[in-house]
Nanobody, 120 residues
Framework: QVQLVESGGGLVQPGGSLRLSCAAS????????MGWYRQAPGKQRELVAA???????NYADSVKGRFTISRDNAKNTAYLQMNSLKPEDTAVYYC??????????????WGQGTQVTVSS
């Protein structure tokens, strides 16, 4: 079946950079959109960035100008480049994919999450 595997999380100092990767594998015909969400302690999960298979992107206001989402469609992989990181960026980051498995089956999948901690 379909799996989303995130990598690249960890501990980074304020002002530093980090790049997250999300690789989708399994039975996939195509992926309409991929995105990154995050959830901090005591808060609801929120959209960070998303990208369609046509190249359109959107970002949360809090990360505009600092984060960049990109995709390698041939590899079914999405990336999140995070620059100028702030302590308030600390959260578990989740990859999301809107997957077309067959002409009659479309599902949304989530990765297991990767911890990003911004602290000195």
């Amino acid at each position: 079946q379909v799996q989303l595997v995130e990598s690249g999380g960890g501990l980074v100092q304020p002002g530093g950079s980090l790049r997250l990767s999300c690789a989708a594998s399994g039975i996939i015909f195509s992926i309409n959109a991929m995105g990154w969400y995050r959830q901090a302690p005591g808060k609801q999960r929120e959209l960070v960035a998303a990208a369609t298979n046509g190249g359109s992107t959107n970002y949360a206001d809090s990360v505009k100008g600092r984060f960049t989402i990109s995709r390698d469609n041939a590899k079914n992989t999405a990336y999140l480049q995070m620059n100028s990181l702030k302590p308030e960026d600390t959260a578990v980051y989740y990859c999301n994919a809107d997957v077309v498995k067959t002409m009659f089956e479309r599902r949304t999948y989530w990765g297991q999450g990767t911890q990003v901690t911004v602290s000195s």
